[in-house]
């Protein structure tokens, strides 16, 4: 059974650009949510997403956003990056009544 | 507010002791989760806990509702369970919130 999978796994930009991050999730699980993690603030929830819909948000400006597919594949995009930017950024998966699968993170790197 | 609070935050033991790591809320949750995270930034999900008490391996967790509080206990510690190990939960809302995590280091 394949896990979750995002990428690219690293990744360099510079501030002001842009970058669309991406995550395939456990064949079947319809929910994905996003997470940042950095030294200063730890693991921090983005958002979820659910049947295409975002059920929840965390406390991130609007430069961060996120959709989901059909096939419930997710991207998450950063617009106008800053150097606060800098984290791992990442997503995990989950069916109905269980636990949550992480991918193995994209490390972001703004410049 | 929604919080949740690990300790101890370092934790350095000798091969073969006995470990627990703690973690309180503040309010009712839905669910508790226990997350080993290793140097490279891979997360596991070990535990999902209502109630009660799991058990796999050489891992047990358990978690006291009325207290808002979970253990989650390492018998026959390995230097390859050094990680940091991240206990979150799901409020009302559901998304999950995070504790600040305990960095285990376990010495041969």
């Known amino acids: 059974k394949a896990g979750v999978t995002q990428t690219p796994r690293y990744l360099i930009k510079t501030r002001g650009q842009q970058v669309t991050l991406s995550c395939s999730p456990i064949?079947?699980?319809?929910?994905v949510s996003w997470y940042q993690q950095t030294p200063g603030q730890g693991l921090q929830f983005l958002f979820e997403?659910?049947?295409?819909?975002?059920?929840n948000k965390g406390n991130f400006p609007g430069r961060f956003s996120g959709r989901q597919f059909s096939n419930s594949r997710s991207e998450m995009n950063v617009s106008t990056l800053e150097l606060g930017d800098s984290a791992l950024y990442l997503c995990?998966?989950?069916?109905?009544?269980?636990?949550?699968?992480f991918g193995s993170g994209t490390r972001l790197t703004v410049v | 507010k929604n919080e949740v609070e690990q300790s101890p935050q370092n934790l350095t033991a000798q091969e073969g002791e006995f470990i627990t790591i703690n973690c309180s809320y503040s309010?009712?949750?839905?669910?508790l989760h226990w997350l080993q995270q290793h140097p490279g930034g891979g997360i596991v999900s070990l535990f999902m806990?209502?109630?009660g008490k799991k058990k796999h391996g050489r891992l047990i967790a358990t978690i006291n509702i009325q207290e808002k509080h979970s253990s989650l206990h390492i018998t026959a510690s390995h230097p390859r369970d050094s990680a940091v190990y991240i206990c979150?939960?799901?409020?009302?809302?559901?998304?999950?919130?995070f504790g600040t995590g305990t960095r285990l280091t376990i010495i041969p």
């Open positions: 064949s079947g699980h319809r929910s």
């Open positions: 806990l209502s109630s």
């Open positions: 995990a998966s989950s069916g109905v009544g269980r636990g949550y699968t």
């Open positions: 979150a939960v799901n409020f009302g809302n559901e998304k999950l919130t």
């Open positions: 309010v009712g949750i839905s669910a």
């Open positions: 997403y659910f049947s295409e819909t975002q059920r």
